[in-house]
């Protein structure tokens, strides 16, 4: 089993208002959306808020994001300041169309009839007490699959600012749609906002970029 474990620093000072382009947004559709189901370790009503919550939220917010990257080659292209720019670096074709899939795959699996199971305050790989653990899944999944939520992730923001619960159910989600990785290093802010600039084609594979991205259309 390919866990793959989330580690959440506190923000980081940074810029966040860069400007840029305007979010569009998604037309209202049908509610069409994966079912959370819940394990035995999720019995407090909270938990299961938080969950249900951040789920919503990272729905809406893929969409969002997939349409803003989506309808916007042509600007991206000029490297406007914006979060695009921050995040995933100066535009290069395969690395948008990089940015633009994974954006896409997410949006598709959390509007899919997939189901959700989600394990609170548990974790199979890691210790879920440890503060540095937000939450984990297993990376490819297709179908149905499973997020585990440390308890670090019931302490977190819930969807504004870096580093939100909402923010990190996408950060897993495109780890299990999008194969993106945590790369060493890129971890938090900071740390991610230095690779786009730096080593874009790392950006584009680091999953703390994704949630930053979405994060800061939010902000
Ligand atoms: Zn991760």
Same mark, same amino acid.
């Given at each position: ?13 940074? @810029?966040?208002?860069?400007?840029? #382009? =305007?979010?569009?947004? $998604?037309? *209202? ?5 994966? %079912?959370?189901? &819940?394990?035995?370790?999720? @019995?407090?009503?909270?938990?299961? #808020? =938080?969950?249900?919550? $951040?789920? *919503? ?5 893929? %969409?969002?994001? &997939? ?153």
């Amino acid at each position: 089993m390919d866990i793959t474990p989330v580690s959440s620093f506190n923000s980081l000072p940074l @810029a966040r208002r860069l400007g840029g #382009l =305007a979010l569009l947004l $998604a037309l *209202a559709q049908p509610a069409m959306a994966v %079912n959370v189901v &819940y394990d035995g370790s999720c @019995a407090n009503a909270p938990d299961r #808020l =938080a969950v249900a919550n $951040a789920v *919503a939220r990272a729905t809406t917010w893929s %969409n969002d994001a &997939y349409n803003l990257v989506n309808n916007n080659e042509q600007a991206l292209r000029n490297n406007p300041p914006s979060p695009y720019l921050t995040w995933f670096g100066t535009f290069e074709q395969g690395r948008y169309q990089r940015v633009r899939s994974v954006l896409d795959g997410v949006r598709f699996k959390l509007s899919s009839n997939s189901t959700l199971t989600a394990y609170c305050r548990a974790n199979p790989a890691v210790p879920c007490n440890n503060p540095g653990y937000v939450a984990a899944t297993n990376a490819r999944v297709r179908g149905d699959f499973d997020v585990w939520f440390c308890n670090a992730f019931f302490a977190l923001p819930a969807n504004v600012g870096f580093d939100t619960q909402a923010g990190s159910v996408l950060h897993e989600m495109t780890h299990s749609i999008g194969n993106t990785e945590d790369i060493p290093g890129g971890y938090g802010p900071a740390n991610a906002a230095n690779l786009a600039t730096n080593t874009p084609a790392r950006a584009v594979d680091n999953a703390d970029n994704y949630e930053f991205f979405v994060e800061q259309l939010y902000d």
